[in-house]
């Protein structure tokens, strides 16, 4: 079962900064955070991902507390393009795999 | 950069026919997910493997089964189809920190 909880959907206004919040309150200790999107019907799109230090790549930033209950996803400058279904998924990764329990995500609608 | 491979694409079946998907996961990575996503649902977890045996089961049927080859390629067994079945198949791989890359998917019509 998804141990995350997220609002459903986000409005953003497109070149502004769209910060997408995830609560994860049971995570353990051996659990990262990986944040992934869904445009459409196509694969899920690898994002971020962070153990416990602020993460930062080309597409987002991942910040997450210091007790690890919660994260948030931002994109800089969101785009029509960055219009999805975004996941946030706590998983252990062990003994070379994991395995992801996909929640219901938040709808982020970029408008123009 | 290589991006895992699946195919076919679309498949149209008839009920009670068997389905064949296969996956190509990205070069050396050598864990494998398979996923269920139905319409207007969420990617459900099916199986996965690591170096060819079988790591993890999930909310898999009975009538599927699934492999992982020796040259880690993929494939997913769909027996006695239902129209339940119809659906989005998402393979993926992952590498050392556990980041998933999904494949395109393939779509399943059950008739």
């Known amino acids: 079962d998804a141990k995350t909880t997220q609002p459903p959907s986000m409005d953003c206004a497109e070149g502004r900064a769209a910060n997408l919040p995830c609560n994860h309150s049971?995570?353990?200790?051996?659990?990262?955070v990986y944040w992934y999107r869904q445009i459409h019907s196509q694969g899920p799109q690898y994002i971020i991902h962070g153990l416990k230090n602020n993460e930062t790549n080309e597409m987002a930033s991942l910040i997450i507390t210091e007790d690890r209950k919660s994260s948030t996803l931002i994109l800089p400058h969101a785009t029509l393009r960055d219009t999805a279904v975004y996941y946030c998924i706590v998983s252990a990764w062990s003994s070379n795999f994991n395995k992801f329990y996909f929640g219901s995500g938040t709808k982020l609608n970029v408008k123009p | 950069a290589a991006g895992v491979i699946q195919s076919p694409r679309h498949l149209i079946k008839e009920k009670r026919e068997t389905a064949t998907l296969k996956c190509y996961p990205i070069?050396?990575?050598?864990?494998v997910y398979w996923y269920q996503q139905g319409p207007g649902q969420d990617p459900q977890f099916l199986i996965s493997?690591?170096?060819?045996?079988?790591?993890d089961k999930g909310s898999i049927p009975d009538r599927f089964s699934a492999q992982q080859f020796s040259d880690y390629h993929s494939e997913l067994n769909m027996s006695s189809l239902e129209l339940g079945d119809s659906a989005l198949y998402f393979c993926?791989?992952?590498?050392?920190?556990?980041?998933?890359?999904f494949g395109p998917g393939t779509r399943l019509t059950v008739l």
């Open positions: 070069p050396r990575h050598d864990t």
């Open positions: 049971t995570i353990s200790g051996n659990e990262y």
């Open positions: 993926a791989s992952s590498e050392e920190q556990g980041q998933q890359f």
């Open positions: 493997f690591y170096e060819k045996m079988q790591s």
